[in-house]
Antibody, heavy 119, light 108 residues
Framework: VHLVESGGGVVQPGKSVRLSCEGS????????MHWFRQAPGKGLEWVAL????????FYADSVRGRFTISRDNSQSMVYLQMNSLGPEDTAVYYC?????????????WGQGTLVTVSS | EIVMTQSPATLSVSPGERATLSCRAS??????LAWYQQRPGQAPRLLLY???IRATDVPDRFSGTGSGTEFTLTISSLQSEDCAVYYC??????????FGQGTRLEIK
């Protein structure tokens, strides 16, 4: 299993950024995919989940209404559109694979991409 | 939201010794508890789920016990590569599946 994130960088407050994650080495279309984040020196925070069939989307309260998760099973890609960014969104963002469809147990993680919200 | 509390915050153990890490849930999560290891500069890694089931390729020196609100991760014979932060996560009630704040394990 291999997950590779891209799209991080420095973003101005109030602006938007889109993170991408490409999965390989597994049946991407069969598993829920998540985004987590970790602020510098802090713990892990779940951000969003999209089931294998994109039938629903789930969000943490801290990002609901600002972030949108989506996926393209034909390309084995999952995305996180992040709008109205604030300094509190500064973190390493991890793409992650659910171990059992939609269980919240994570058996594979990407290497992470850093998003820094700063003027 | 279920609050997960880990103790101690930092643990220092000598190589070859046993390390015991604790995790407490604010309400019962049954056996819906996972443990993750995060080495410095790396992504997390799944160690255990179902409170006691080792993930693929996890050495058998890692073991988990508990159910309900009290859980323990034990590393039976500490090795240098076990230096990491360990997180517990409940997945009984989600969203959100919540993590503890982590226990930093140091090698003496």
């Amino acid at each position: 299993v291999h997950l590779v994130e891209s799209g991080g960088g420095v973003v101005q407050p109030g602006k938007s950024v889109r993170l991408s994650c490409e999965g390989s080495g597994f049946a991407f279309f069969s598993f829920g995919m998540h985004w987590f984040r970790q602020a510098p020196g802090k713990g892990l925070e779940w951000v969003a989940l999209i089931p294998y069939d994109a039938s629903k989307e789930f969000y943490a309260d801290s990002v609901r209404g600002r972030f949108t998760i989506s996926r393209d099973n034909s390309q084995s890609m999952v995305y996180l559109q992040m709008n109205s960014l604030g300094p509190e969104d500064t973190a390493v963002y991890y793409c992650a694979k659910d171990a059992f469809k939609v269980s919240q147990v994570i058996d594979s993680w990407g290497q992470g991409t850093l998003v820094t919200v700063s003027s | 939201e279920i609050v997960m509390t880990q103790s101690p915050a930092t643990l220092s153990v000598s190589p070859g010794e046993r390390a015991t890490l604790s995790c407490r849930a604010s309400q019962s999560v049954g056996s819906n508890l996972a443990w993750y290891q995060q080495r410095p500069g790396q992504a997390p890694r799944l160690l255990l789920y179902g409170a006691s089931i080792r993930a693929t390729d996890v050495p058998d020196r890692f073991s988990g016990t508990g159910s309900g609100t009290e859980f323990t991760l034990t590393i039976s014979s500490l090795q240098s590569e076990d230096c990491a932060v360990y997180y517990c996560q409940q997945y009984k009630k989600w969203p959100p599946a919540t993590f503890g704040q982590g226990t930093r394990l140091e090698i003496k």
